[in-house]
């Protein structure tokens, strides 16, 4: 299995969270259509383990959120769970593996919570973006993402790909002008300037 290297830090999934039975005997977490990839996935916690907070838009049942708060990162999670009724799991997700106190769900859209967070003044380290895949959303959360993550700090964006061409443009636009990037299957993952 080829897995991004990271100086200093060979063994990414430390007691292999997603190989094992949940803490309460629940089948293990494991990644579905819509999440990231195992390579994607070793990428996203990279990210995380460099990260203290972690914003992220595009929650679903939670797998990303959990994966980043197993490596140490709080993470805010915006998503309306809309789709699939996703909330519950997600809840019943947070619970199992024991990360409530690192994840903090926010059911509602992006666009009424980033100009929120705006306005609050809230800084992030890291920002992951999954969450609507059109253009106009994608476009509205990266802009919203660049403002939010601290300078130096890390913007993941998933499913980077011509398939999915409003992702595609949204993050061209928006994060191509980057020189630190890297891309991992779909993850495309840049740092901003200090």
């Known amino acids: 299995m080829r897995r991004p290297v990271s100086a200093g830090n060979s063994d990414l999934f430390r007691g292999r969270p997603f190989q094992d039975a949940g803490p309460d005997g629940r089948p293990p977490l494991r990644a579905t259509g819509v999440s990231p990839t195992i390579e994607e996935s070793w990428a996203l916690r990279q990210v995380a383990e460099e990260s203290g907070t972690v914003l992220e838009v595009g929650t679903a049942w939670g797998y990303s959120a959990i994966l980043m708060a197993l490596a ?35 059911k509602q859209y992006s666009q009424v919570a980033l100009p929120s967070y705006l306005e609050q003044g809230a800084q992030f380290d890291a920002a992951f973006i999954d969450g609507d895949h059109s253009y106009l959303a994608c476009n509205f959360d990266l802009w919203h993402a ?7 700090g890390v913007i993941a964006a ?25 891309l991992v299957e779909t993850l495309l993952i840049v740092r901003l300037p200090e």
């Open 146 to 152: 660049l403002r939010l993550v601290r300078p130096g």
């Open 72 to 106: 140490g990162a709080e993470v805010w999670s915006v998503d309306p769970h809309t789709d699939h009724a996703t909330w519950g799991e997600l809840n019943r997700n947070l619970d199992s593996y024991r990360v409530r106190d690192r994840v903090h769900p926010l």
């Open 158 to 182: 998933h499913d980077y790909t011509p398939a999915q061409a409003g992702v595609k443009q949204a993050c061209d636009e928006n994060l191509g002008h980057l020189e630190q990037r890297r």
